[in-house]
């Protein structure tokens, strides 16, 4: 963290990028510079080689098997789990549920839990800096259950607006799902102070980490959230895989999302019961390698330490904003005084989708467009940003290329 | 000169870039601002062509029996590669339209640089251009009844 007090170990970035299989190849005639973290991050091999020792060493299928191979396989995947525990320090094993990742954890809560729980004129608080993922479960179970949803104001640096937010908790307020950080902006959201307010009308809190996992620690017994959800791939982990953490109480209270093996105790034609936390919310066999290796993800990222690769990502993040507003037309849009590796902007007069083409010729990788935030991008009357997003194996001189190509590309669009 | 003379030419144009991407993708959208402006009147939502990511606007007229494009486009990239549509359809016949053979894609490897999504909305534009083509040939038709 940018204020962090505590003695930090600088990053070694080159033994990182060593361990960064894919960043060691050209893309059109030169040395890829991937700067779209924020959409997934690269895998360091060995969590690429637990997928493959899974496949060729223990590969059977979890939790009923008496054999010696299923026995391994559980107990990897249930070293997955308690890894994720401690990842997040959730209270018990039993809060952590492995989805598909952020989309499936939030559909899993809004299915599940929304549906148990509203009633006619309830009221859900989103943020104007949502993901489309953090906004249309909770229209479907909205428009399902005629509740309301209500939307807290973005500022124009790009800040949630809390004086709004509180304007908005009225008796009804239900259910608030807010993002930690944005993917659009980077901006890190005040979610403690948000989750306390809605714990005083005794309404629950979602918190969408997807852009949490890699960047910032995550304590959620400290912050107190109700849910919490994380994507493997963004974490240096395998994609198909990720995490809901519910409180046990209100887990327990939620009718199971999907039905099938896994999730039952007994069933017959007349009655099923349910199994007990956390398999109730994994119904069928689920995604044992990804599972798996996703534990070699966390320990990766706990490894090398959240608050060094956090000075890291912060110190390309403080550079690469001073060189880029050297360049004349460019417009950040975004400017939190709190954020992850994120640097979204807007060059006047070229359109993003050929700069991040451009970008391309140059084999640095970009992402252009809305980045699944509509909204957000309504807000600020645009039609998107380039969106450049450091991780830990990104380096100064990386930034320094991206520099160059943009100012090629504003000369020659001159 | 015809559809394929066109193309031949656009071809050897590209051969001198020799597969260097960020010099095509440079000259690309130099032959995009190059494209003379659209009338401002038909810049109506009537004549985006649906299926592009980027907003195109295309439309035609016919002048003894050749057909006239005009389209812009608000990405840069989009305009020069219309451009080059515009190039070879230009006082072609509606018939030579239709059954044109736009081998050229190909032959410049038009998919490895412009991509899939940008591939697609390149489809999108021929098709549109086909099918003012096609309406011009059938109202030149029904004209001769
Ligand atoms: C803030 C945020 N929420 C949700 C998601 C969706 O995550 P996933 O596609 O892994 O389910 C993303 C991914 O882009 C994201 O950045």
Redesign the pocket.
């Known amino acids: 963290m940018p204020n962090s007090t505590s003695i930090l170990s600088p990053i070694d970035v080159e033994r990182i990028r060593k361990e960064f299989p894919i960043l060691h190849q050209q893309v059109n005639g030169r040395d890829l510079v991937y700067f779209d973290n ?2 997934t991050s690269q895998k360091p091999a060995y969590v690429i080689q637990a997928l493959t020792d899974y496949y060729q060493g223990y590969n059977a299928n979890i939790h009923r098997g008496i054999h010696t191979l299923a026995e391994r396989a559980t107990k990897a995947y249930e070293a997955t789990r308690l890894t994720a525990q401690q990842f997040i320090n959730a209270a018990s094993e039993q809060e952590i549920i492995f989805t ?5 954890s939030i559909n899993l809560v809004a299915s599940s839990y929304g549906r148990a729980f509203l009633r006619e004129g309830d009221e859900i608080i989103l943020s104007g800096l949502e ?1 489309h ?2 906004i249309v479960p909770w229209q479907m179970v909205a428009a399902e259950k005629k509740a309301i949803l209500k939307i807290i104001p973005v500022t124009d640096e790009g800040e949630l607006d809390l004086d709004g937010y509180k304007k908005l908790l009225t008796s009804k307020t239900k259910i608030i799902a807010v ?1 930690h950080a ?2 659009s902006l980077g901006t890190i959201n005040p979610v403690k102070e948000i989750i306390q307010l809605a714990h005083q009308l005794g309404a629950v809190v979602l918190i ?1 980490g ?2 949490a996992g890699a960047h910032l620690p995550i304590d959620v017994q400290k912050m107190d959230c109700d849910f919490y959800c994380l ?1 493997s ?2 974490m240096y982990g395998p994609t198909g895989t ?1 995490i809901l953490y519910g409180k046990k109480e209100l887990l327990e209270k939620m009718p199971p999302y999907q039905g099938g093996g896994e999730m039952i105790k007994e069933v017959t034609f007349e009655k099923t019961t349910y199994n007990d936390l956390p398999y109730k919310f994994e119904a069928g066999t689920p995604n044992i390698a990804d599972v798996i290796a996703f534990k070699f993800a966390m320990d990766f990222i706990t490894e090398l330490g959240k608050e060094n690769i956090a000075a890291h990502e912060h110190d390309l993040l403080l550079y690469a904003t001073q060189q880029i507003l050297k360049l004349p037309a460019v417009k950040l849009v975004g400017t939190a005084t709190q954020k992850v590796s994120v640097l979204s902007f807007r060059v006047e007069g070229i359109h993003h989708f050929d700069i991040g083409q451009m970008l391309d010729a140059r084999g640095i990788a970009v992402r252009t467009g809305h980045h ?1 935030t509509q909204p957000l991008m309504d807000r600020y009357g645009i039609e998107g940003t380039v969106r450049a997003s450091f991780s830990v194996y990104n380096t100064k001189a990386e930034i320094d290329q991206l520099i160059e190509g943009l100012e090629r590309i504003i000369n020659f669009m001159k | 000169m015809t559809i394929n003379q066109v193309q031949d030419e656009i071809i050897q144009e590209f051969a001198l870039l020799d597969g260097d991407r960020e010099m095509t993708v440079f000259y690309i959208m130099e032959l995009g601002q190059k494209l003379p402006a659209i009338e401002d009147r038909d810049r109506t939502e009537e004549n985006v062509v649906k299926g592009c990511q980027s907003k195109v606007w295309l439309t035609a007229t016919m002048k003894n029996n050749g057909l006239y494009f005009s389209a812009d486009s608000n990405t840069a990239i989009t305009k020069g590669l219309v451009s080059l549509l515009i190039r070879i359809f230009t006082n072609q016949t509606p018939d030579d339209i239709l059954h044109a053979d736009l081998y050229f894609m190909n032959k410049i490897g038009m998919e490895r640089f412009i991509g899939t999504q940008r591939s697609n909305g390149f489809a999108a534009m021929i098709k549109q251009m086909k099918l003012y083509a096609l309406a011009f040939k059938t109202k030149m038709e029904i004209r001769h009844d």
């Open positions: 924020a959409a598909r990742g952020v989309t499936e993901h993922s953090n993002n944005s993917n969408d997807a852009q994507s791939h963004k990720g699944c």
